[in-house]
């Protein structure tokens, strides 16, 4: 029996999608034909103008529209086959040849008008396209029985989408499934906005945005459409965080107002001075601590400016007034190791610090349980294995929060609900990774925004070199001077393992050779992702003690080792990797008084963006102004951390080039929660379905 077809059919009900297809469409995402609408194009090629054949000229991209005058087929040398078409129109002759496509041929008639694209080249002193996109038209200019398309066609003559791939996907195929998907659901789609809204801003219909944004007409068509579906994506953030924000106005939290002396003794033992930076936050901090009033604050602060320092002097002002903290790290590895640092920084003061994470073995676990539901234990740091409902803090006041964007909205929201006091405990999400205040504003509009931006005096800056692979000699020199001092060294590399077809050193083979002729009178270890928890913390802990000098690891090390002996990176194939990515890679190196040497090692030549990037990287030390660039170069992404539990994150809006956009949404978000509140009105119901599209599983209120 069929199915009702509506946006949440399978791709599989799609004519030309099999059992293969449908699992390389899954690895796009894509499931329904919902999510296949929502595959958005990552840029177009403009091949709305043609060039007549006698005037292109060899690494021209052009766009030709021409006859077929003839059609043919030959073997190779290497035992393949080269399709060969030849095109002619008033002007000239062009040739258009294929490799091993024996089927493309039926498709080609001499008489036939074609419109190819591509990159010319020069063969032979004649003109050529290998491998061309190309439409097969009839003489009134449409498409024959072969295609599926519209107009002009779908792959040349027009604006033409390029898509995200995978393996088994190619544009061709995946443009026809579009436009198929367009012609029997896009009048499904449901709107989403109200028409004050749309008419007041002057935005199109959501099933005329959607049509768009695949196959716009022209350029301003595609700028229209992507405004609209970028406005969809910043307005219901908006709408969201408001909602979350008034959700909190008549809770009641833990008050807090009469401090005992763990927090001046704990400053007052430190061996430097808290930065300027670090008192300002730590003011805001304790006032809302002070409030009555439940805090939700994002503390944000460069590598190394001491964030974690702030977040302890926080917990104690609550452990010393008689309650309970958390701290919630993304990986075992950061867990650990903030639990070994805090609890030895608060041991002389008498505070009990345990760490609880999902390889705690089970009696050690019980144990932890129950001294946390006694209220012996003061502070608990731990993975997403304390949001578990076995664990209890009855007197939980504090619950931090750190690398908040690689858990998602989800564990934000689970993160208070230890508290049985009856009150609601106060959170305080941090993250290393610089946001652009854009961005942080538009994806944090419901937490208060704290910003150390100041490294301490202490720290000397990190001196960063872009090397090519073959004076790879130069840097493990480089990294001897280092050791000889009585420095560390890391080794990262982008992968585990070598894999067929790919040009990468890998870390498990690296480490024999580094280990056997690089460095063979250090102690040289590996450490990656796939490593157990014990074997990863001996590891890490022989490293810290300096019992290991060079470090050979994957991006594992990325977030959470504080080494301060650590002098010297090697970074190999930097281009596989993000600004932010990098920039946290860096930030393990120079976090004592020393400084540090970061190599970014590249084996290969990199291609014009890749080698501004990396360039724009290795110049520029402040994570900010890095955070910046990477979002004007590759958009947000998934910055929000919620895609990973069935929500969208941001596929056309950029915060940053759509500054206005975030300003214009705020406006009208406020304005209609002003006027309805609890969206049940017309206007707000159509908001509410949209949110319950859009986040189902994140609302403030029950969805309906």
Known sequence: MKP??????????????????????????????????????????????????????????????????????????????????????DTGVLFCVWFSQSYLLKQFRNGRKVMVSGTVQSHGGRMQLAHPDFEILEPSGKEDENGEGRGPGLHTGRL??????????????????????????????????????????????????????????????????????????????????????????????????????????????LPFELTRAQRRVLSEILADLRSGKPMHRLLQGDVGSGKTLVALIAALFVIEQGYQALLMAPTEVLAIQHGKTLAQLTAPLGVTVETLTGSTPSARRRALLAGAADGEIDLLVGTQALIQESVRLPRLALAIVDEQHRFGVKQRGLSTSAAETGEQAHVLVMSATPIPRSLALTLYGDLDLSLIDELPARRKPVRTELVKGDQEDSVWAGCERELAAGHQVFVIYPVIEETEGQDLKAATVEHERLAAEVFPTHKVALLHGRMKGPEKDEIMSEFTAGRIQVLVATTVVEVGIDVPNATAM??????????????????????????????????????????????????????????????????????????????????????????????????????LLADDPELVKSEGAMVRRGLNEAFRGFLPFQSG
Not at 233 to 259: H, N
Not at 631 to 650: C, E, S
Request: charged share 25%.
């Open 570 to 671: 090697v970074i190999h194939n930097p281009e596989r990797f993000g600004l932010a990515q990098l920039h946290q890679l860096r930030g393990r190196i120079g976090r004592g008084s020393d400084g540090g040497h970061c190599w970014l090692l590249a084996d290969r030549f990199l291609a014009e963006d890749s080698y501004r990037r990396i360039r724009f990287f290795a110049d520029h030390s402040d994570g900010f102004v890095l955070a910046e660039e990477d979002l004007r170069m590759r958009g947000p992404g998934d910055a929000w951390g919620i895609r990973q539990h069935g929500a969208p994150g941001f596929r056309l809006a950029n915060p940053l080039r759509d500054a206005d956009l975030v300003r214009i949404c705020q406006e009208d978000a406020r304005s």
């Open 4 to 89: 009702d077809f509506n946006l949440e059919t399978p791709v599989q009900f799609l004519k030309s999608v099999g059992p293969a297809r449908v699992r390389a469409l899954n690895r796009l995402g894509i499931q329904s034909v919902g999510d296949l609408l929502a595959h958005y194009p990552r840029r177009y090629f403009d091949r709305s103008q043609t060039v007549p054949i006698g005037r292109i000229r060899p690494g021209q991209d052009v766009t030709v529209l021409g006859e077929v005058l003839t059609c043919g087929e030959r073997r190779t040398q290497r035992g393949g086959t080269l399709q060969t078409v030849t095109l002619g129109d």
């Open 160 to 269: 033409v989408p390029c898509y995200g791939l995978t393996a088994g996907v190619g544009q061709h195929w995946i443009r026809s499934l579009v436009d198929q998907a367009l012609g029997r659901f896009a009048g499904l789609l449901p709107e989403t906005l109200p028409e004050g809204i749309r008419q007041r801003r002057g935005l199109p219909g959501r099933k005329e945005a959607v049509g768009s944004i695949h196959f716009p007409r022209d350029t301003a068509n595609m700028e229209s459409a992507r405004r609209r579906l970028a406005y969809d994506e910043i307005f219901y953030i908006q709408v969201l965080m408001a909602l979350r924000r008034e959700s909190r106005g008549d809770q009641v939290a833990v008050v807090l107002d009469k401090p005992g002396d763990l927090t001046t003794r704990l400053v007052g033992d």
